[in-house]
């Protein structure tokens, strides 16, 4: 059995979490605690960071390798090597939008590290302006390859950044889920995929609430 070490959040395991379920094959998630890796198991890490994946071919790191790998493997990186290569965009898009949030505003607002700022209205207006020109970005492209889901029919890898990112950006930009009206629908349609909803419901919650 594949397993995954991370912590007790959704956050960058998240899609590893969803393609295991989507192609419902069992994962090992083991969850550990940020005690846990303050006592010594971040230097037992390879790399000193999460998640760590093994499975019968060896062990990889790094979420997005590990998110790919699976997708291709699973068959939900597309169907041919364009789709493969819109998903990829989509992901460093959504990649870059994310990972200025935790340093500007979950670093003192979730893990108090920083004292909160006192231009915090100006941060918030700022990475949601960046999550708003991404999530239009996306959208355009997805209406120019006209397919039911961003990059294909069916759900695939990109679908589920978008979520995760949308459902991460949330305890920052409170409406990120209906930033938009094609927002607000990619949500809707996305979460009412079966395997969505059995997944969804039942994944422990985050203890961070990202």
Known sequence: MAKMIYFPVNARAEAIRMLHAFADVPLEDERVTFEQWG??????????????????EGE???????????AKKF??????????ALNDMMIE????????????????????RAPEPENKDEIKAELRAKL?????????AAEKHGKKFITSDKIC??????Y??????KACIEDSQELTPWVKDFVEKFGSDERVKKYLAARPASVLGI
């Not at 995760?164 to 950006?169: A, N, P, R, V």
């Open 60 to 70: 990889l790191l790094m979420s997005n390798s590990i998110a790919r790998y699976l």
């Open 93 to 112: 898009a959504l990649l870059s939008c994310a990972n200025e949030i935790p340093p500007k505003w979950y670093v003192w607002s979730i893990f108090k």
């Open 39 to 56: 006592s010594g198991l971040k230097e037992k890490q390879p790399l000193g960071q999460l998640p760590v994946y093994t499975c019968e």
């Open 75 to 84: 068959g939900m990186m597309g169907e041919n090597l364009w789709e493969e």
């Open 164 to 169: 995760g990112t949308l459902e991460f950006s």
């Open 132 to 140: 708003l020109k991404t999530v239009n970005y996306i959208q355009s």
């Open 157 to 162: 890898l990109a679908d589920m950044w978008l």
